[in-house]
């Protein structure tokens, strides 16, 4: 599982699509991360509807009509309003539940799931689905979660 540290989302001013390029980049500089389990590292997950529903770019599959949109806006007044507005969330999240931001990273889908390979990206989509009825399914029973939480 791809994620960022909260430190390094907020110093890059907006959410990334990751393709190939920008992926490759991001996980030789260190600031795209394999999640290691059991590190002790607590990673947010950011689930949320696309703004920018319009937006492509040379990335996008022109045969494919649902491969298209943004999460957040990529022109005009409101550009990167939604990382504005996850970094406001997540640095009040980490006061108040006395979490030191070294220890805290994002899972963004937009770029923590493959948005340039199909396959790969059902992959990360699939296990986004799995994830979220684990993690409901252990809430909703009292089940232990094994260190994670949903806050």
Known sequence: MLVMPFGV????????????????????????????EGSGKIVIFISHTWW????????NDPN?????????WQ???????????????VQ???EQEGLKEEEVSLWVDWQSIYQDDEAEKLKGVT?????????AADEGLGVDLGGRRII
């Open 92 to 94: 009040r999240l980490l």
């Open 64 to 72: 494919n009509p649902y491969d298209k949109g943004a999460p957040d």
């Open 75 to 89: 022109t005009g007044e409101n550009k990167n309003l939604k990382w504005r507005v996850i970094c406001a969330g």
């Open 52 to 59: 920018d529903r319009s937006f492509t770019d040379a990335t």
């Open 127 to 135: 296990s986004l689905c799995l994830l979220y009825t684990s993690d």
């Open 9 to 36: 989302f907020k110093a890059q001013g907006r959410i990334m699509k990751s393709t190939k390029a920008w992926r490759d980049e991001a996980l030789a500089a260190g600031s795209l991360v394999e999640h290691e």
